[in-house]
């Protein structure tokens, strides 16, 4: 029902930025929250940012906190993920989640971005 359409990923040099996008659809609670994770090849997948459709709180990881930025349109259904200087370490398949229930019950497909240098 719920479906996540992620954008934006792509190719950049170290201290460049990109803008991911997560265009939502089937989704009818305000309540809901969002998240962004990354996997890089061989790794664990992480958490990387949560945004919640009401109130607009925002978690971040250690790892990227004062380079990205979450965002969402709430009369647009879609979440944004702005990365700013990123680095090498960044590179990694990025994922769209949804939060139903108290679990990450929904993703998208993913979209790479790889950091040069």
């Known amino acids: 029902q719920v479906q996540l359409t992620e954008s934006g990923g792509g190719s950049v040099q170290a201290g460049g930025s990109l803008r991911l996008s997560c265009a939502v659809s089937?989704?009818?609670?305000?309540?809901?929250?969002m998240g962004w994770f990354r996997q890089a090849p061989g790794k664990e997948r992480e958490f990387v940012a949560s945004i919640v459709w009401i109130g607009n709180n925002v978690n971040y990881a250690d790892s990227v906190k004062g380079r990205f930025t979450a965002t969402l349109d709430f009369a647009k259904n879609t979440v944004f993920l702005q990365m700013r200087n990123l680095q090498p370490e960044d590179t990694a398949v990025y994922y769209c989640a949804a939060k139903s229930l108290n679990t990450w019950a929904y993703w998208g497909q993913g979209t790479q971005v790889t950091v040069s240098s």
């Open positions: 089937g989704r009818s609670i305000s309540r809901d929250i």
